[in-house]
Protein backbone atom coordinates (compact mmCIF):
# COMPACT_ATOMS: atom_id res chain seq x y z
CA UNK A 1 0.00 0.00 0.00
CA UNK A 2 2.91 2.38 0.25
CA UNK A 3 4.22 2.12 -2.94
CA UNK A 4 1.07 3.86 -4.14
CA UNK A 5 2.42 6.83 -2.71
CA UNK A 6 4.17 9.71 -3.85
CA UNK A 7 7.94 9.94 -3.05
CA UNK A 8 9.14 12.25 -6.01
CA UNK A 9 9.33 15.02 -3.50
CA UNK A 10 11.51 13.66 -1.09
CA UNK A 11 14.24 13.53 -3.62
CA UNK A 12 13.69 16.37 -5.08
CA UNK A 13 13.17 18.57 -2.17
CA UNK A 14 15.43 15.98 -0.43
CA UNK A 15 16.61 19.05 2.35
CA UNK A 16 13.12 20.05 2.89
CA UNK A 17 10.92 17.45 3.23
CA UNK A 18 7.95 16.27 5.63
CA UNK A 19 6.95 12.72 6.62
CA UNK A 20 3.53 12.45 7.56
CA UNK A 21 1.99 8.97 9.08
CA UNK A 22 -1.08 8.32 8.58
CA UNK A 23 -2.97 5.70 11.40
CA UNK A 24 -5.88 3.84 10.92
CA UNK A 25 -7.74 3.12 14.66
CA UNK A 26 -11.00 2.87 13.31
CA UNK A 27 -12.44 -1.09 13.46
CA UNK A 28 -13.01 -1.27 9.55
CA UNK A 29 -10.45 -0.30 6.61
CA UNK A 30 -10.80 3.10 4.94
CA UNK A 31 -8.92 4.98 2.01
CA UNK A 32 -6.65 7.45 2.23
CA UNK A 33 -5.80 10.38 0.48
CA UNK A 34 -3.23 13.13 -0.26
CA UNK A 35 -4.74 15.43 -2.19
CA UNK A 36 -6.01 13.79 -5.11
CA UNK A 37 -3.39 10.55 -4.45
CA UNK A 38 -5.24 7.70 -3.48
CA UNK A 39 -3.12 5.59 -1.30
CA UNK A 40 -5.37 2.79 -0.75
CA UNK A 41 -7.21 1.12 1.85
CA UNK A 42 -5.42 1.25 5.12
CA UNK A 43 -6.33 -1.81 7.20
CA UNK A 44 -7.73 -1.29 10.63
CA UNK A 45 -4.33 -0.97 13.49
CA UNK A 46 -1.81 -0.29 10.39
CA UNK A 47 -0.24 3.06 8.93
CA UNK A 48 1.40 4.39 6.16
CA UNK A 49 3.55 6.64 5.39
CA UNK A 50 3.99 9.75 2.91
CA UNK A 51 6.55 12.12 1.75
CA UNK A 52 5.89 16.03 0.78
CA UNK A 53 7.99 19.13 0.60
CA UNK A 54 8.28 20.67 4.35
CA UNK A 55 6.23 23.74 2.84
CA UNK A 56 3.19 21.73 1.56
CA UNK A 57 -0.17 22.74 1.60
CA UNK A 58 -2.72 19.96 1.13
CA UNK A 59 -5.43 18.08 2.35
CA UNK A 60 -4.62 13.98 4.06
CA UNK A 61 -8.47 12.84 4.28
CA UNK A 62 -10.63 9.59 4.07
CA UNK A 63 -13.90 8.96 2.95
CA UNK A 64 -17.30 8.16 3.63
CA UNK A 65 -16.70 5.28 5.05
CA UNK A 66 -19.57 5.35 7.50
CA UNK A 67 -21.83 3.60 4.82
CA UNK A 68 -19.99 1.60 2.63
CA UNK A 69 -19.28 4.48 0.15
CA UNK A 70 -15.84 4.65 -1.53
CA UNK A 71 -16.02 7.94 -2.83
CA UNK A 72 -15.36 10.98 -1.27
CA UNK A 73 -18.27 12.61 -0.38
CA UNK A 74 -20.46 13.60 2.90
CA UNK A 75 -18.83 13.18 6.08
CA UNK A 76 -15.15 13.43 5.03
CA UNK A 77 -12.78 14.23 7.69
CA UNK A 78 -9.47 16.46 6.56
CA UNK A 79 -6.67 17.08 7.64
CA UNK A 80 -5.13 19.98 6.36
CA UNK A 81 -1.83 21.38 5.95
CA UNK A 82 -0.64 24.54 5.24
CA UNK A 83 3.20 24.97 5.40
CA UNK A 84 3.73 25.65 8.77
CA UNK A 85 0.10 25.81 9.91
CA UNK A 86 -2.24 22.67 10.10
CA UNK A 87 -6.20 22.34 10.91
CA UNK A 88 -9.19 20.25 10.40
CA UNK A 89 -12.38 20.85 8.18
CA UNK A 90 -15.69 19.16 8.88
CA UNK A 91 -17.68 19.10 6.23
CA UNK A 92 -20.38 21.10 6.07
CA UNK A 93 -24.39 20.47 7.44
CA UNK A 94 -22.49 16.71 7.83
CA UNK A 95 -21.72 14.88 11.11
CA UNK A 96 -17.62 13.59 10.84
CA UNK A 97 -17.50 9.84 9.71
CA UNK A 98 -14.39 8.97 11.80
CA UNK A 99 -12.48 11.39 14.08
CA UNK A 100 -9.36 12.59 13.70
CA UNK A 101 -5.97 14.48 15.22
CA UNK A 102 -2.98 15.84 13.65
CA UNK A 103 -0.12 15.55 15.63
CA UNK A 104 3.58 16.66 15.52
CA UNK A 105 6.26 14.26 16.39
CA UNK A 106 7.23 16.83 18.84
CA UNK A 107 6.90 18.28 22.50
CA UNK A 108 4.12 21.39 22.50
CA UNK A 109 6.54 24.12 23.19
CA UNK A 110 4.98 28.36 23.50
CA UNK A 111 1.35 27.58 22.01
CA UNK A 112 3.27 25.94 19.23
CA UNK A 113 2.78 22.42 17.82
CA UNK A 114 -0.32 21.13 19.97
CA UNK A 115 -2.29 18.43 18.99
CA UNK A 116 -5.60 19.41 17.04
CA UNK A 117 -8.23 16.98 18.01
CA UNK A 118 -11.96 16.26 16.96
CA UNK A 119 -13.62 12.75 17.83
CA UNK A 120 -17.10 13.87 18.01
CA UNK A 121 -19.48 15.41 15.73
CA UNK A 122 -19.92 18.29 17.64
CA UNK A 123 -16.68 19.14 17.52
CA UNK A 124 -16.68 23.15 17.24
CA UNK A 125 -13.02 23.25 16.70
CA UNK A 126 -12.25 22.80 13.47
CA UNK A 127 -13.21 24.75 10.18
CA UNK A 128 -16.39 24.20 8.18
CA UNK A 129 -16.25 22.40 4.51
CA UNK A 130 -17.20 25.13 2.60
CA UNK A 131 -16.20 27.98 3.99
CA UNK A 132 -12.44 28.26 3.51
CA UNK A 133 -10.24 30.59 5.60
CA UNK A 134 -9.83 33.47 3.24
CA UNK A 135 -6.07 34.28 5.21
CA UNK A 136 -4.36 32.06 7.86
CA UNK A 137 -3.32 34.04 10.65
CA UNK A 138 0.37 34.98 11.91
CA UNK A 139 2.38 33.25 14.42
CA UNK A 140 5.48 33.14 15.68
CA UNK A 141 7.81 31.82 18.81
CA UNK A 142 5.97 34.30 20.94
CA UNK A 143 2.26 34.23 19.63
CA UNK A 144 0.06 31.23 18.70
CA UNK A 145 -2.05 31.05 15.92
CA UNK A 146 -5.70 31.24 16.95
CA UNK A 147 -7.83 28.65 17.76
CA UNK A 148 -9.01 26.06 15.55
CA UNK A 149 -5.29 27.05 13.71
CA UNK A 150 -1.94 24.97 14.72
CA UNK A 151 1.59 25.59 13.35
CA UNK A 152 4.73 23.80 14.48
CA UNK A 153 8.24 24.50 12.69
CA UNK A 154 9.29 23.21 9.75
CA UNK A 155 11.60 20.71 10.40
CA UNK A 156 8.88 18.16 12.72
CA UNK A 157 6.97 15.16 10.83
CA UNK A 158 3.36 14.94 11.69
CA UNK A 159 0.74 12.02 12.46
CA UNK A 160 -2.35 12.06 11.63
CA UNK A 161 -4.69 9.27 12.87
CA UNK A 162 -8.21 8.48 11.98
CA UNK A 163 -10.16 7.12 14.58
CA UNK A 164 -8.26 8.22 17.49
CA UNK A 165 -10.75 7.36 20.10
CA UNK A 166 -12.88 4.05 18.84
CA UNK A 167 -15.08 4.25 21.91
CA UNK A 168 -16.63 7.67 19.92
CA UNK A 169 -18.10 5.29 17.63
CA UNK A 170 -16.93 6.82 14.36
CA UNK A 171 -17.71 4.24 12.70
CA UNK A 172 -16.34 2.16 16.13
CA UNK A 173 -20.18 1.53 17.27
CA UNK A 174 -21.10 -2.19 17.44
CA UNK A 175 -23.78 -1.91 14.80
CA UNK A 176 -20.71 -1.15 11.73
CA UNK A 177 -18.94 -3.89 10.87
CA UNK A 178 -15.47 -4.86 11.91
CA UNK A 179 -12.66 -7.01 10.81
CA UNK A 180 -12.10 -10.16 12.89
CA UNK A 181 -8.53 -10.99 13.44
CA UNK A 182 -6.66 -13.97 14.74
CA UNK A 183 -4.72 -13.62 17.84
CA UNK A 184 -4.64 -9.77 17.21
CA UNK A 185 -2.94 -10.15 13.56
CA UNK A 186 -3.89 -7.50 11.28
CA UNK A 187 -2.48 -9.39 8.68
CA UNK A 188 -5.12 -11.95 8.85
CA UNK A 189 -8.51 -12.19 8.49
CA UNK A 190 -11.83 -14.21 9.17
CA UNK A 191 -13.30 -14.27 5.39
CA UNK A 192 -16.30 -15.87 3.82
CA UNK A 193 -14.69 -17.96 1.18
CA UNK A 194 -15.28 -16.37 -2.21
CA UNK A 195 -16.94 -13.98 -1.33
CA UNK A 196 -20.21 -17.07 -1.56
CA UNK A 197 -23.07 -15.16 0.49
CA UNK A 198 -25.11 -18.38 0.61
CA UNK A 199 -25.80 -21.17 3.02
CA UNK A 200 -22.85 -23.13 3.72
CA UNK A 201 -19.77 -21.84 2.75
CA UNK A 202 -16.97 -22.14 4.72
CA UNK A 203 -15.43 -19.38 6.65
CA UNK A 204 -11.94 -19.55 6.75
CA UNK A 205 -8.85 -17.35 7.06
CA UNK A 206 -7.45 -15.09 4.78
CA UNK A 207 -4.85 -12.12 3.98
CA UNK A 208 -7.07 -9.00 4.97
CA UNK A 209 -7.90 -7.51 2.11
CA UNK A 210 -10.58 -4.98 3.16
CA UNK A 211 -13.46 -6.99 0.65
CA UNK A 212 -16.92 -7.37 2.04
CA UNK A 213 -15.92 -11.07 2.53
CA UNK A 214 -14.33 -9.65 5.80
CA UNK A 215 -16.60 -7.23 6.89
CA UNK A 216 -18.75 -8.53 10.13
CA UNK A 217 -21.76 -7.31 12.30
CA UNK A 218 -21.95 -8.73 15.94
CA UNK A 219 -25.14 -8.19 17.21
CA UNK A 220 -25.73 -7.47 20.72
CA UNK A 221 -28.28 -9.40 22.28
CA UNK A 222 -28.79 -12.18 19.91
CA UNK A 223 -25.12 -12.81 19.94
CA UNK A 224 -25.00 -13.68 16.59
CA UNK A 225 -21.87 -12.67 14.07
CA UNK A 226 -23.36 -11.52 10.37
CA UNK A 227 -21.53 -11.05 7.55
CA UNK A 228 -21.80 -7.15 7.17
CA UNK A 229 -24.88 -6.32 4.63
CA UNK A 230 -25.76 -9.83 4.26
CA UNK A 231 -28.80 -12.40 5.89
CA UNK A 232 -25.75 -14.57 6.58
CA UNK A 233 -24.66 -15.56 10.34
CA UNK A 234 -21.53 -17.71 11.62
CA UNK A 235 -22.76 -20.59 12.38
CA UNK A 236 -21.67 -23.62 13.86
CA UNK A 237 -23.96 -26.12 12.30
CA UNK A 238 -26.22 -28.81 14.14
CA UNK A 239 -24.00 -31.01 16.37
CA UNK A 240 -21.34 -28.49 17.05
CA UNK A 241 -18.09 -30.70 18.37
CA UNK A 242 -14.50 -30.91 17.97
CA UNK A 243 -13.40 -30.16 14.72
CA UNK A 244 -16.90 -28.78 12.98
CA UNK A 245 -15.68 -26.55 10.15
CA UNK A 246 -17.33 -23.22 10.58
CA UNK A 247 -19.79 -21.99 7.84
CA UNK A 248 -22.06 -19.16 7.49
CA UNK A 249 -25.48 -20.19 7.56
CA UNK A 250 -29.44 -17.78 6.52
CA UNK A 251 -29.18 -15.74 10.20
CA UNK A 252 -31.84 -17.41 12.47
CA UNK A 253 -33.02 -15.47 15.54
CA UNK A 254 -32.57 -18.12 18.56
CA UNK A 255 -30.68 -20.32 16.08
CA UNK A 256 -28.41 -22.20 18.86
CA UNK A 257 -25.76 -22.29 16.23
CA UNK A 258 -25.34 -18.82 15.93
CA UNK A 259 -25.44 -17.49 19.62
CA UNK A 260 -21.89 -16.42 19.79
CA UNK A 261 -21.00 -14.91 23.30
CA UNK A 262 -17.75 -12.80 22.35
CA UNK A 263 -16.15 -12.85 25.87
CA UNK A 264 -13.77 -10.10 27.66
CA UNK A 265 -10.87 -12.91 26.84
CA UNK A 266 -11.67 -12.68 23.24
CA UNK A 267 -12.72 -15.72 23.59
CA UNK A 268 -16.05 -16.63 20.56
CA UNK A 269 -17.63 -18.92 22.62
CA UNK A 270 -20.87 -21.16 22.01
CA UNK A 271 -23.66 -19.28 24.44
CA UNK A 272 -25.68 -22.57 24.74
CA UNK A 273 -23.30 -25.15 24.40
CA UNK A 274 -22.88 -26.72 28.09
CA UNK A 275 -19.75 -28.41 26.57
CA UNK A 276 -17.84 -24.50 26.26
CA UNK A 277 -17.06 -24.85 22.81
CA UNK A 278 -14.88 -21.76 21.12
CA UNK A 279 -14.11 -20.74 17.57
CA UNK A 280 -10.83 -22.19 17.31
CA UNK A 281 -7.76 -21.93 14.52
CA UNK A 282 -7.21 -25.25 13.91
CA UNK A 283 -3.94 -26.16 14.27
CA UNK A 284 -3.17 -22.60 14.33
CA UNK A 285 -2.78 -22.31 10.40
CA UNK A 286 -3.02 -18.83 9.30
CA UNK A 287 -2.56 -19.66 5.29
CA UNK A 288 -4.86 -18.58 3.33
CA UNK A 289 -7.90 -20.67 2.94
CA UNK A 290 -7.26 -22.64 6.96
CA UNK A 291 -10.88 -23.25 7.82
CA UNK A 292 -11.91 -22.06 11.26
CA UNK A 293 -13.56 -24.59 13.48
CA UNK A 294 -15.08 -25.44 16.58
CA UNK A 295 -13.33 -26.42 19.78
CA UNK A 296 -13.78 -27.29 23.49
CA UNK A 297 -12.75 -24.02 25.13
CA UNK A 298 -8.93 -23.48 26.61
CA UNK A 299 -8.32 -20.70 28.20
CA UNK A 300 -4.29 -19.96 27.40
CA UNK A 301 -4.88 -21.41 23.85
CA UNK A 302 -4.16 -18.29 21.29
CA UNK A 303 -5.80 -20.17 18.38
CA UNK A 304 -9.30 -19.27 19.74
CA UNK A 305 -8.32 -15.75 20.44
CA UNK A 306 -10.07 -13.18 18.25
CA UNK A 307 -10.24 -9.23 18.10
CA UNK A 308 -11.67 -6.78 16.32
CA UNK A 309 -9.06 -4.36 16.69
CA UNK A 310 -5.38 -4.58 17.22
CA UNK A 311 -2.79 -2.73 18.95
CA UNK A 312 -1.53 0.02 16.66
CA UNK A 313 2.68 -0.10 16.58
CA UNK A 314 2.84 2.85 17.45
CA UNK A 315 3.03 5.55 20.93
C1 LIG B 1 8.02 25.33 -1.51
O1 LIG B 1 9.42 25.44 -1.52
C2 LIG B 1 9.97 25.25 -2.84
C3 LIG B 1 11.48 25.21 -2.70
O2 LIG B 1 11.93 26.15 -1.77
C4 LIG B 1 9.48 26.36 -3.76
O3 LIG B 1 10.01 26.20 -5.07
C5 LIG B 1 7.97 26.29 -3.82
O4 LIG B 1 7.45 27.37 -4.60
C6 LIG B 1 7.37 26.36 -2.43
N1 LIG B 1 5.95 26.10 -2.53
C7 LIG B 1 5.06 26.81 -1.87
C8 LIG B 1 3.62 26.38 -2.04
O5 LIG B 1 5.35 27.75 -1.16
C1 LIG C 1 -24.31 7.90 2.88
O1 LIG C 1 -24.78 7.80 1.54
C2 LIG C 1 -25.85 8.68 1.21
C3 LIG C 1 -26.27 8.38 -0.21
O2 LIG C 1 -25.19 8.38 -1.09
C4 LIG C 1 -25.41 10.12 1.40
O3 LIG C 1 -26.46 10.99 1.11
C5 LIG C 1 -24.97 10.30 2.83
O4 LIG C 1 -24.53 11.61 3.04
C6 LIG C 1 -23.87 9.31 3.17
N1 LIG C 1 -23.49 9.47 4.58
C7 LIG C 1 -22.23 9.58 4.95
C8 LIG C 1 -21.99 9.79 6.40
O5 LIG C 1 -21.32 9.53 4.17
C1 LIG D 1 -30.87 -21.35 3.74
O1 LIG D 1 -31.21 -21.98 4.94
C2 LIG D 1 -32.41 -21.50 5.54
C3 LIG D 1 -32.56 -22.14 6.92
O2 LIG D 1 -32.23 -23.48 6.87
C4 LIG D 1 -33.57 -21.78 4.62
O3 LIG D 1 -34.77 -21.30 5.16
C5 LIG D 1 -33.32 -21.12 3.27
O4 LIG D 1 -34.34 -21.44 2.36
C6 LIG D 1 -31.98 -21.56 2.72
N1 LIG D 1 -31.69 -20.78 1.55
C7 LIG D 1 -31.56 -21.34 0.34
C8 LIG D 1 -31.26 -20.41 -0.78
O5 LIG D 1 -31.66 -22.53 0.16
C1 LIG E 1 -12.58 -32.23 22.63
O1 LIG E 1 -11.16 -32.22 22.72
C2 LIG E 1 -10.68 -32.15 24.08
C3 LIG E 1 -9.19 -31.98 24.06
O2 LIG E 1 -8.60 -32.68 23.02
C4 LIG E 1 -11.11 -33.38 24.82
O3 LIG E 1 -10.67 -33.34 26.17
C5 LIG E 1 -12.64 -33.46 24.79
O4 LIG E 1 -13.09 -34.65 25.42
C6 LIG E 1 -13.15 -33.41 23.36
N1 LIG E 1 -14.59 -33.30 23.38
C7 LIG E 1 -15.39 -34.20 22.83
C8 LIG E 1 -16.87 -33.99 22.97
O5 LIG E 1 -14.95 -35.17 22.22
C1 LIG F 1 -20.34 -14.79 28.30
O1 LIG F 1 -19.08 -15.08 28.91
C2 LIG F 1 -18.86 -14.42 30.13
C3 LIG F 1 -17.48 -14.81 30.63
O2 LIG F 1 -16.49 -14.29 29.83
C4 LIG F 1 -19.93 -14.82 31.12
O3 LIG F 1 -19.75 -14.06 32.30
C5 LIG F 1 -21.31 -14.54 30.55
O4 LIG F 1 -22.30 -15.03 31.41
C6 LIG F 1 -21.47 -15.23 29.21
N1 LIG F 1 -22.74 -14.88 28.61
C7 LIG F 1 -23.53 -15.76 28.06
C8 LIG F 1 -24.81 -15.23 27.48
O5 LIG F 1 -23.25 -16.93 27.99
C1 LIG G 1 -2.96 -15.01 0.33
O1 LIG G 1 -3.61 -14.61 -0.86
C2 LIG G 1 -3.26 -13.30 -1.29
C3 LIG G 1 -4.15 -12.93 -2.44
O2 LIG G 1 -4.21 -13.97 -3.37
C4 LIG G 1 -1.79 -13.28 -1.65
O3 LIG G 1 -1.42 -11.98 -2.06
C5 LIG G 1 -0.99 -13.67 -0.42
O4 LIG G 1 0.37 -13.74 -0.74
C6 LIG G 1 -1.47 -15.00 0.13
N1 LIG G 1 -0.82 -15.19 1.42
C7 LIG G 1 -0.08 -16.24 1.69
C8 LIG G 1 0.51 -16.30 3.05
O5 LIG G 1 0.13 -17.13 0.87
Not at 43 to 56: D, F, I, Q, V
Not at 94 to 121: K, M, Q, R, W, Y
Not at 233 to 241: E, F, I, M, R, T
Amino acid sequence: MLVALCFLFSIVFAASSRTFTVVNRCTIPIRVFFDNDDSGFLHTGRYLTGSKPSNWSGEIYTNSVLNGSNDAGPGMTRAVFNDDIYYIIRDLGSDFNVGVTIAPFSAPEGGLCGTATCTSNKCRNAITYGAPPLTLPSFSDQFAPTLPFYACHSNFAFRVTFCPKTSDGYPGSSSNPVEIHPNGNPDKCLDVRGAKFANSTLVQIYDCNGTPAQQWTIVQGTGSIQAAGTIYCLDAGSGPKNGTQMRIWQCSNGRAAQAWNYTNGDHIELSTSGLAECLDLKDGNLENWSVVQIYQCFDQNTNQVWTTVPEVPLN
